[in-house]
């Protein structure tokens, strides 16, 4: 993806970040603390590891709005089920299953019955959140069982002295990378992404990649939300409602994957977490209001996805399957 010249909006956004890193450090004393550092990435390592699922599935040619929900609701029904006296191993296994399902849902919905990617996953988002609250448990807030210390670690614990938070970024994000480069289905992944039709003429199993797609994102969201359980010691569910699926979407958007499909990869959304938590520690350390931080994003959301759209103009095909 190229904006100008020789730079691609990669490296654009990389030297942005770098930027602001400079800024903040001139007017905010401290910033560049290595403490400061290490908190920043820690702070955006959860949105880090849901804007990787969210960037498989965009780099797909599609969008998955359910992300967030499904991994608020499936992590909080593996505690409720801990707390209740199951085994945590057997817990979260449940609570994998029951994500995978949803994932599995939504890529039928999309490949099979051919709902358009946004209607579908934004209705399964809704439904899933419902269903939670009304059978799975009934508290906004679902506590981590005092006994779970393995679990526990996930989210306050260090290896290397690095927080755990960033080393399972690194992980998700190293294993998302292998999987784009070197598998047969993750080049099936870009393709079908890149252009279904050609996919599909070439005998690539379109149908079985988009399923696949949704279900990896699913459990990809669901290491997320244990990540985010295990720091805070708890799932709260109102997250379902929050701003934090668009903020997903700006880094996947700002980091330089094209909503138009097979573009992009791992590294860009590395680098449009870094712009993002810079921005956002930032502007929590000069103590700008949650309500203009929320207007700040969205205004860089929206001019990404123009630029997005000027620089990967959607096609007939893309119309058609109705993904943004």
């Known amino acids: 993806m190229r904006v100008f010249g020789r730079l691609s909006q990669e490296q654009i956004v990389f030297g942005l970040a770098v930027l602001l890193c400079l800024g903040f450090a001139l007017a905010l004393p401290g910033f560049l603390t290595a403490q400061n550092i290490l908190n920043l990435v820690r702070s955006v390592s959860i949105l880090g590891i849901l804007g990787v699922a969210m960037g498989l599935v965009v780099i ?11 991994m608020a609701i499936s992590v909080a029904w593996t505690l409720q089920l801990a707390t209740n006296g199951m085994p945590m191993g057997l817990a979260l296994a449940l609570g994998l299953a029951f994500s995978l399902a949803v994932g599995l849902l939504n890529g039928f919905l999309v490949a099979y019955v051919e709902i358009p990617a946004i209607f579908a996953t934004l209705a399964m988002g809704i439904a899933v959140y419902g269903f939670g609250r009304y059978v799975m448990f009934s508290l906004d807030v679902v506590y981590l069982p005092q006994d779970a210390e393995a679990f526990r670690w996930l989210g306050q614990g ?19 990378f292998l999987f784009l480069r070197y598998t047969h289905q993750g080049r099936y992944l870009r ?6 039709a050609a996919a599909r003429i070439s005998g690539v199993p379109a149908r079985p990649v988009i399923l696949m797609q949704y279900m990896i994102a699913a459990t990809i969201g669901f290491v ?7 720091s805070v010691a708890s799932m709260n569910t109102r997250v379902a409602n929050s701003t934090m699926i668009y903020d997903v979407i700006l880094v996947v958007v700002l980091g330089g994957i094209g909503l138009s499909g097979g573009k992009g990869g791992i590294r860009n959304v590395i680098v449009g977490t870094l712009l993002i938590g810079v921005l956002l520690n930032g502007m929590t350390i000069m103590d700008i209001q949650y309500t203009v931080q929320n207007v700040i994003k969205g205004v860089i959301l929206l001019t990404a996805i123009v630029i997005d759209t000027m620089l990967n103009p959607r096609d007939e095909q893309t119309a058609q399957q109705g993904d943004i």
Do not use: E, H, Y
């Open 224 to 230: 997320g939300g244990c990540v985010t359980a295990a």
């Open 60 to 70: 797909g040619r599609g969008i998955d709005l359910s992300l967030v929900a499904l």
């Open 158 to 176: 260090r290896l290397l002295g690095v927080p755990t938070p960033i080393c399972m970024f690194a992980l998700v994000s190293f294993l998302a």
């Open 191 to 196: 393709t079908v992404g890149d252009n279904l």
